[in-house]
């Protein structure tokens, strides 16, 4: 990645955890909306592996 941004963050074991759990949120989210989108929505049943394939995540 050409801009590619690393941040160092010491934080407290709740604070590391509470964060991971909020960006795993987020992931879902935002993979659920992709997984929904309309180019999949009619996908029938079976098939959405090998169109995912196509765009894998």
Same mark, same amino acid.
Not at 10 to 19: F, K, V
Not at 32 to 44: I, K, L, P, S, T
Not at 46 to 55: E, I
């Given at each position: 990645?050409?801009?590619a941004?690393?941040?160092?963050?010491?934080?407290?074991?709740?604070?590391?955890?509470?964060?991971?759990?909020?960006?795993?949120? !987020? #992931? +879902?989210?935002?993979?659920?909306?992709?997984w929904?989108?309309? !180019? #999949? +929505?009619?996908?029938?049943?079976?098939?959405?592996?090998?169109?995912?394939?196509?765009?894998?995540?």
């Amino acid at each position: 990645m050409a801009n590619a941004v690393i941040v160092t963050a010491q934080l407290p074991q709740a604070e590391a955890q509470a964060l991971l759990e909020a960006l795993r949120e !987020q #992931y +879902r989210l935002r993979l659920n909306e992709y997984w929904y989108d309309d !180019q #999949y +929505r009619f996908v029938a049943d079976g098939h959405h592996n090998g169109r995912a394939a196509v765009w894998p995540a």
